[in-house]
């Protein structure tokens, strides 16, 4: 799986998903996103006024607010965002790990399809970034890692 990431905090979420995948064995290249770039998933944290690059992707996981702007840079199949109530992921419970809620049934690069439920990810991310790192997980078809 190719993932690019934008936006604010995505070097902090580059690091926990490698941490994370590293842990499992599980194996993808991680890159910042680039002008005509193609990807199998793009992850962008708050873009604060940030300027996205054109590229093409199967999966963008777009921070809610930001949703509407990136969709018009990053040509994707399907669009998951976070960081809202009604958010394809939110935020279920945080402490020593979080629990992100899937709202809607979602397909995943694979073909495979994850239905409404919760993940939980290990403690190390802000509740929000914890949000886009599962639908990451989630988007490369890794969410049997993370079902309670």
Do not use: N
């Not at 994370?20 to 599980?26: D, M, V």
């Not at 199998?40 to 509407?68: H, Q, T």
Request: aromatic share 6%; proline share 3%.
């Amino acid at each position: 799986m190719k993932i690019a990431s934008m936006g604010q905090d995505s070097r902090e979420i580059e690091e926990y998903l490698s941490r994370w995948a590293a842990c499992r064995g599980l194996i993808f290249q991680m890159e910042q996103a680039a002008a005509g770039g193609q990807y199998d998933a793009v992850l962008a944290g708050p873009m604060e006024g940030k300027a996205a690059p054109a590229c093409r992707a199967g999966i963008l996981i777009a921070y809610d607010e930001d949703a509407g702007e990136l969709a018009r840079q990053v040509q994707a199949q399907t669009i998951l965002t976070y960081g809202a109530s009604k958010s394809t992921l939110s935020l279920s419970s945080a402490g020593e790990s979080c629990v992100v809620a899937l709202q809607r049934e979602t397909l995943d690069l694979l073909g495979g399809a994850w239905d409404i439920g919760e993940f939980r990810l290990p403690a190390g991310l802000p509740g929000h970034l914890a949000c886009a790192a599962a639908g990451a997980l989630l988007a490369c078809g890794w969410g049997a890692e993370l079902q309670q």
